[in-house]
């Protein structure tokens, strides 16, 4: 039997790093029940031909703006997925857990999960974290774990810090 995989997505922020507790405790469970798992620590950043955001204009309207990955961009992103992969590896207890560092790019970071979740085989959970923006910054942001969450293909847990 191929290892069961979770995907964690992560950004830096508070509720991602809430998040890679989550998975590394069910990353253990699954190791144990099934003898390994494969923890997939992941960050999403604009492709390198770059990618058009909306732009939000007076309220009214949006402009299209092209945003393009810098190379301090690309490194920061590196090293985020690294130090998450590093911290699951320092506390994961069983040794079946295996853990996977990488750098995702796409013009959203919810359709970068989702693309990667649907190319992936055996993906068994996806977790991330919910900064629980509310009101006007949720409606100009949008929720990646509310888009996430409405169209993953496998189950996903949302973690609030």
């Known amino acids: 039997m191929a290892a069961l995989k979770i995907f964690v997505a992560t950004d830096g922020s ?5 998040a890679e507790l989550v998975r590394q405790e069910m990353g253990n469970c699954m190791a144990a ?7 997939i620590a992941a960050t999403v950043i604009p492709p ?9 204009f007076r309220g009214r309207c949006s402009l299209g703006q092209r945003v393009l990955p810098t190379k301090e961009m690309e490194e920061a992103a590196e090293e985020l997925v690294a130090e998450a992969g590093s911290r699951i590896k320092q506390i994961a ?8 560092a990488m750098v995702l790019r796409s013009a959203t970071p919810a359709q ?6 649907a190319s992936e085989s055996g ?3 996806l977790i991330l974290g919910h900064r629980g923006h509310g009101g006007f910054k949720k409606l100009m942001l949008g929720s990646v774990s509310t888009e996430v969450l409405h169209t993953a293909a496998c189950p ?5 810090d």
Do not use: M, Q
Not at 14 to 18: K, R
């Open 123 to 125: 993906c068994a959970y």
């Open 156 to 160: 996903v847990v949302i973690v609030k």
């Open 48 to 56: 390198r031909e770059g990618s058009i955001v909306e732009v939000p």
């Open 14 to 18: 508070a509720p991602a790093e809430a």
């Open 33 to 39: 029940c099934f003898g390994e798992c494969e923890i």
């Open 93 to 100: 207890t069983n040794p079946g857990v295996k853990v996977r």
């Open 112 to 117: 970068g999960i989702l693309d990667f979740i």
